[in-house]
Structures are given as structure tokens and as C-alpha cells.
């Protein structure tokens, strides 16, 4: 029970502090602005969920085919080298401002080619649709799917997506993938609710800061526990 929680809390706060201010972040606020937001938050949380979980797969697997010691040593290399560069990030000028226009402008290239999916005026149209349509139907949406592509191409490879990998080879893999999709429900629904407006009030020093911090700890704590 006790590695549990402490894959959970490890999880959960990783996620929290890598998430928010991610481009996927920004992402979720800006399809929330353009289209319903029920849609562009479930597609978002499913893609992180499924991203959470294979992760969480593969960083479980990784001792059976490579011994534990050495995935003990990968797993702390990885929290040093992501809380370096978290905090290489923090002291980036303009690293927030840069990273949400690169992302609405992808968006708005993308809208200016498909303008048909943008959002109309008429919301009480948009919501009496909404309310006629089945719920599994919606999971065939293009905005549904749209939302989901973006985000899970956007997490793949990311820094959180490797480090999740790292604590479940580390760490109870079950507690993990709880701690994960627990900090992504809390990110994405956060990113939708608040919208841009919210997004472009976040400190993303601050946040980079905080993560980078907190991945150097994981790191030597992992370096502890191998040495004793």
C-alpha cells in the first residue's frame, strides 16, 4: 500500500507541475475557445489517459527485459537530466509567451483550412445539438477526435511521457498511472475552463521552476535509495 501512495504522490505532482504551461495545456484552452467544451475535454483527457497508461506499460516492462539495477539507474539519470532542463527552460526568456503563439498559430492554420469546424455564434443552436446527440456518437466527432490527435501526438515523446515511463519502472506502476491521469484531469480541465485568459496568466517560470526542483529531489532520492 505504501508504494502505492508514494507512486501516486510522486505521479500526481510530476504531472501537475509538467503539464501545466505544456503546449498540450495551451492547446486544450485555445479548441476550448473554438469549440464545445465538453467535446475538447474529453478528447483531450482520453488521449492523456491512453498516453498515461501505455507509459505506464511500458515503463513496468522495462525490468523484465533489461535487469532492475539498470533501469534504477536510467530512471535517476532521467530525473536529473529532466529537472536540468526544466530549469534551463525557467530561465528562458519569453518561454511562455513563444510556446502560445506557436501553438495558436498551428491552430489557426489549421482552422483557416478547415474553417467548417470553428465554433459558431449561435450557442443555444450548439447546445440544443449537443443535447439531441448520443454520448458514445460524440466519441466519433471530428472535434472529439481532433482534440485527441493533438494531444496525444503532443505528449508523445514529451518530458512527461518519459518521466512517467521512468517512475513506473521505479515505482508501483498502478500508482502511477493513478497519480497521472489524476494530475491530467486536474491540468486539462483547468486549460478548458479558464481558456486562454487562464493560460496566459500562468507564471511558466514559476511552474518550470517548481518541476525542475522537484525532479532533482526524485533524482536524489533514487540516488539515495541505490546507494543504500
Do not use: Y
Amino acid at each position: 500500500m505504501t508504494s502505492i501512495v508514494q507512486g501516486f504522490s510522486k505521479s500526481l505532482a510530476m504531472t501537475v507541475l509538467s503539464e501545466i504551461g505544456d503546449k498540450t495545456f495551451f492547446a486544450a484552452a485555445i479548441l476550448a475557445m473554438r469549440h464545445p467544451r465538453k467535446l475538447v475535454l474529453l478528447g483531450c483527457l482520453a488521449a492523456l489517459i491512453v498516453m498515461t497508461i501505455l507509459s505506464a506499460v511500458v515503463g513496468w516492462a522495462a525490468p523484465n527485459l533489461i535487469s532492475r539495477k539498470w533501469t534504477h539507474h536510467i530512471t535517476t539519470l532521467l530525473f536529473f537530466g529532466f529537472g536540468l532542463w526544466s530549469l534551463w527552460d525557467a530561465f528562458m526568456e519569453n518561454g511562455e509567451a513563444e510556446e502560445l503563439a506557436e501553438v495558436e498559430a498551428k491552430l489557426d492554420a489549421d482552422w483557416k483550412a478547415n474553417p467548417g469546424t470553428v465554433k459558431g455564434g449561435n450557442k443555444a443552436d450548439d447546445d440544443s445539438k449537443k443535447e439531441r446527440q448520443p454520448f458514445l456518437t460524440q466519441f466519433f466527432s471530428p472535434i472529439f477526435l481532433k482534440a485527441f490527435s493533438i494531444t496525444f501526438f503532443g505528449e508523445w515523446g514529451d518530458k512527461s511521457q518519459l518521466a512517467t515511463i521512468g517512475l513506473a519502472a521505479d515505482e508501483n506502476p498502478f500508482g502511477v498511472v493513478l497519480g497521472g491521469i489524476l494530475g491530467q484531469a486536474v491540468c486539462t480541465t483547468a486549460a478548458v475552463l479558464g481558456g486562454k485568459s487562464l493560460a496566459s496568466q500562468i507564471s511558466e517560470k514559476i511552474v518550470a521552476l517548481s518541476g525542475g526542483v522537484l525532479f532533482i529531489v526524485f533524482g536524489i532520492q533514487s540516488l539515495l535509495s541505490t546507494e543504500s
